[in-house]
């Protein structure tokens, strides 16, 4: 476990994730502290030396997540700080933590510890409806009645932006618009989501997260379940996300291929800890793929990032 | 010029999009229940043990003298004197029209509580008494009736004091029970919040218990009348109801309702899960709260007037989604419409069908009647359908 200060990002790339070590002293997060980077390390998240000029400062701090029904938190006093208008993508294992963590950056779980600041506020404290103006959550799995249209569907999307009494206005029925636009699925308009296949099903619901029209968006293994095709559909949409807005998007990724093809900058999860974070070419090494994947893999350089050519499981031999 | 005419199709444009949902089917189940409701009430006022002919009975529906007569209206719906009219008015208007109209109000209540349950739990089959509102209400009627039947209160008054029979109060004791239940439901399910099924697994022990007092209850009635009485209320009955339930159910009925069509929109966002609903902005425990105590108060009104009418509530929402989807924008309305229909029709064979069957003139519990229509038509959508339960 001595190598993973590989993993580390060096200190010149801007502190756009970081692991908070002085409140991570727990023994969970194994590893840790070989490689300090102390120009990163900052006593909070309103350290807003990356900010872009309108994208969102989103960040957690020390964040200690579990369920109500198990006594160990699942995440344990990790700090995370996401690029302001860029693509971040978690990856590990299952159960490593991942969509545990996006919860509780999402305000769907209720921190047991820490904060999570987005443009400097506590988002645990604010109005479900602001927040939700302001930040948008995909589910890993959806669910709704199968005869309501497409376009019902992600007028949903817009329920933070309507009060009790307001009809659909029209700013309402434009971001609809954009948002069907931009998923493409403006053929399926008019059709009845329990018609659908699962990937045309994903792209609607993403279009509804869409219309929420959100400063930051997290999605839960958007692409896990779907065919190739839907799968580069999803990522497309990512992608125009972050070359022409400023939307701020945290993803759950189960294919590293694809996150380190698509996203700015990686979190790796192992066992509810950070283990590293950074630019895909420094996250996606051999090492990590055995030290957190417990997979004997190749990485390559390819054009648009380093990609995984897996060889064989390894077996457990240094966890115990 | 132009920009007048383009002002114009913009304001058709508005109109067409907020009547959007008002769709070729729901008008089907709109204007097919008003018929149903218009034929089973003109039955209803045409026969009976005072015998006139249909033309009478009619025209004495359409009197003017009692349509356009202010006093007339007051004494129906605000319990004044009523006027002198002729007989045959008297017995259609004071007597057999608002039995149909207490039929039309419990049957929306019923209908629209029973779909606001099965949007809180996700569930279509729940009814507006899955947490536990027939079996308090249930348990209240049998201690009246059985342990406090003689028991009187005292309400100090301006002047001396005013002496009830608590069985007077039987109606309000019911409805209160319904939703003393629906509370203790809730504070069973209460961890951290609720879920669907915890609501409604806590609806079933709530409503075992009560149950069993209530059947045990029974055995400590000494008297047939008593016994018969308690299973009228239990089973849901519309015997005997004049315009003191349509005052007693009207203001409940217009509040309950009112806010279940105005809350169409946070059903609909419920229904795509609490997942989903809270990340949406949703507070899901609180409104989920709201919902539901509105859903209780529309099936405690409707039990307050004609007892536990059980299988509207579970099969008009079924009806109606089967034919205008799962919109319940559309769905509301539609239930608004239909549950009178069924309520109706209903009643018209609770009160007159014993005696074309047998010909005596008794009168059975209207929620027979719904139970032997309902059971059948569950099974010919158990046959239908592949899926039934989730929404």
Redesign the interface.
Known sequence: MTEDTNARPDGGLGGLIERDDSSGADSTADGEDSGPDGDRTTENGETADTESAAASEFAGEDLVIGY?TADEPVVDGESVRVAPGEVTALVGPNGSGKSTLLKGL?D?LSLSAGTVRLDGRDVHAMD??????KL????QE???????TVE??VE??R??H?G??D??SDEDRDAVDRAIDLAGVDHLRGREVGQLSGGQKQLVWIAMVLA?DTDVLLLDEPTTFLDLHHQLEVMEIVETLRDESDITVVVVLHDIDQAARYADHMVALEDGSIYASGPPEKVVTEDLLADVFGVEAIVEDAAWGPQVRPQRPLHDTASE | MASESADATDVVATHRRALEWLSGSLWSVVLGSIAVVVAGGLVQVSFGAYSMTIPQAWGAVFDTDVIFNLQAWEAFLLGSEMPDMETRSLIVWNIRLPRVLVAALVGMNLAVSGAIFQAVTRNELASPFILGVSSGAGLMILLVLVVFAGVTLSIPYYFGTMILEISSLLPVIAAVGGIVAFLIVYAIAWKNGTSPVRLVLAGVIVGTVFNSLQTGLFFFADDIGVVQSAIAWTTGSLTGVDWEEVRTVLPWTVVALGLAVVSARQLNVLLLGERTASSLGMNVEKVRFALSAVAVLAAAASIAVAGIVGFVGLIVPHMVRNVVGSDYRRLIVGCLFAGPALMVAADVGARLGMSVLLGSDGQMPVGIVTGLLGGPYFLYLMRKQERMGEI
């Open positions: 109500p999402a769907q479900t409806k602001e927040l939700a103006r948008g959550l995909l589910s959806n669910v709704s009645p199968d005869s309501l019902k569907l949903h999307g329920y933070p309507r009790f009494f009809p659909l929420q």
